[in-house]
């Protein structure tokens, strides 16, 4: 098979906006991914859960093609990710060719990676400068909007300094969404937050879910994973453990380790409830 091909066979007949067949990753001798496979279709929302060292953020990055994965194959919206077919066997893509398959990949990482001496709307517009070659007016005029969108308008004119971790982090979300991402891939995007400021960030994620955003969440927070998912992946050295929607993950957990892994969470009694479906949404 052309490794290149368009709209590749899919491994079940869905039509996945990312897929992962098969990925495999090492770090020297050690094997930090073990044949992963996984795929998200338009307006999913799949969490990813696992206990730390077990490859979940590994994952993500592959995804990306941030990790350089070893064995398998990476697809973005039906295209090969990271490689392509040279003299009939896989070469490593050329970064402009990697960057034009990737270009609708949205990512919001642990830390929040703004530039300091940028204000927050500076830091949203930039990329629109750079990269999609934005007029400074018309750049300026979508990062308000993506600011508004996360509830930090009023902070337009702020230089991250004055910004607290949670709204350095909306920021972070916005300069995504100004990309205009088909799908967002987020790495435990509240870790590096004091727990007052983690719910004004899983607002927002919350909020974009409802839009029908696709997104893959790595995730510490079960109670954001049992409300929004739509599935729950359990990582466990490397390898899916289990995978289901998150009832099934949650409410009566039947694999021993993933059940050992959600006994260290006090709050599971809060797992249960999952929101109604706004009328409308992609999710109604």
Request: glycine residues 8%; positive net charge.
């Amino acid at each position: 098979m052309n490794l290149n091909a368009k709209a590749a066979a899919r491994q079940d007949g869905r039509d996945y906006l990312v897929e992962a067949r098969g990925i495999s990753k090492y770090y020297g001798q050690t094997r930090v991914l073990n044949n992963i496979s996984l795929g998200v279709c338009k307006s999913e929302v799949t969490c990813i859960i696992g206990p730390s060292g077990s490859g979940k953020s590994t994952l993500l990055r592959s995804l990306a093609f941030l990790e350089e994965y070893d064995g398998g194959d990476v697809l973005i919206e039906g295209e090969l990710l990271g490689y392509i077919e040279k003299d009939g066997a896989r070469a490593r893509a050329p970064l402009s060719e990697i960057n034009r398959v990737r270009r609708h990949v949205g990512m919001v990482f642990q830390q929040f990676n703004l530039w300091p001496h940028m204000t927050a709307a500076g830091n949203v517009a930039e990329a629109l400068l750079r990269v999609k070659k934005m007029p400074r007016a018309r750049a300026r005029e979508r990062a308000m909007h993506m600011l508004e969108k996360v509830g930090l308008a009023d902070k337009a004119d702020a230089y991250p300094a004055r910004l607290s971790g949670g709204q350095q982090q909306r920021v972070a979300i916005a300069r995504a969404l100004a990309m205009e991402p088909h799908i967002m891939l987020f790495d435990e995007p509240t870790s590096a937050l004091d727990p007052e400021l983690v719910g004004e960030v899983l607002q927002v994620m919350k909020e974009l879910a409802r839009e029908g955003m696709t997104m893959v969440v790595v995730t510490h927070e079960m109670g954001f994973a049992a409300q929004v998912a739509d599935r729950v992946v359990f990582l466990d050295k490397g390898e899916i453990a289990v995978s289901g929607p998150p009832d099934e993950i949650f409410r009566n957990p039947a694999q021993p380790r993933l059940r050992q892994f959600l006994q260290n969470y006090l709050d599971r009694n809060a797992f249960w409830t999952r929101p109604q479906a706004v009328p409308g949404s992609a999710a109604a």
